[in-house]
Nanobody
């Protein structure tokens, strides 16, 4: 059974850090593009970051560039999103998703993990 499970969310103060994990079961993450998305209350889901399957290229939304870092740990079949210098506007449910390549749609999604940035 193909499954993605996010973890690592929680409450952080402005300027703080969190590391989100996206663990896969039933398939090997190394063979897929992996994306992180987020959705805040009353807002549409937005893409935050992704890492490519072939050339390991990375993408970051302008709103998180320089603060977030995406990485893979193939031995653990896990992708991470390191989030630093957190801002209140980063508050959202964060989801990871997988697709075979950039030509395809994301078709495997986790259930999400809540990130709240507040003092």
């Amino acid at each position: 059974q193909v499954q993605l499970v996010e973890s690592g969310g929680g409450l952080a103060q402005p300027g703080g850090s969190l590391r989100l994990s996206c663990a896969a079961s039933g398939f090997t993450l190394d063979y897929y593009d992996i994306g992180w998305f987020r959705q805040a209350p009353g807002k549409e889901r937005e893409g935050v970051s992704c890492v490519g399957v072939s050339d390991r290229s990375t993408y970051y939304a302008d709103s998180v560039k320089g603060r977030f870092t995406i990485s893979r740990d193939n031995a653990k079949n896990t992708v991470y999103l390191e989030m630093n210098s957190l801002k209140p506007e980063d508050t959202a449910v964060y989801y990871c998703a997988a697709r075979p390549s950039w030509r395809d749609s994301y078709d495997a999604w986790g259930r999400g993990t809540q990130v709240t940035v507040s003092s």
